[in-house]
């Protein structure tokens, strides 16, 4: 895998952390930014470009989806996953407009290693 800078925004330091351990095994090259909500995330990318994000659907003041359109208004290239443990079908088909991916959680390795390699 080449070098990427990936974008890990999660409101839980347990999943930022098993994310993170998950993209520095399968790309040790990667550049990982990690925030814990949505005007972090944007704060710490702001004159950093994106190729890859995964973003919490359900944190503290912005939500996910938010935070993906601005992402994506940004840095238009970016692959973006979302991740959450319930997905309603009006979010799943915004989240199908912008070209969104789904994570399920739990996270597991698997998961993230198919969303970072297709």
């Given amino acids: 895998m080449t070098s990427q800078t990936i974008l890990v925004v999660d409101d839980s330091r347990v999943s930022r952390m098993l994310i993170r351990a998950i993209i520095n ?17 944007l704060s ?8 890859i994000a995964t973003l919490d659907l359900n944190m503290p003041g912005m939500d996910g989806l938010l ?6 208004e940004k840095y238009p290239q970016a692959k973006i996953g979302l991740l959450t443990a319930n997905i309603q079908e009006m979010v799943r088909q915004k989240a199908h407009l912008m070209g969104i991916q789904f994570i399920s959680k739990p996270i597991t390795e698997e998961k993230i290693l198919n969303f970072l390699q297709n």
């Fill in 25 to 41: 095994q399968a790309n040790p090259q990667a550049e990982i930014i990690e925030a814990s909500n949505g005007d972090e995330a």
């Fill in 44 to 51: 710490k990318t702001e004159s950093h470009p994106v190729d």
């Fill in 67 to 72: 935070l993906a359109s601005k992402l994506l």
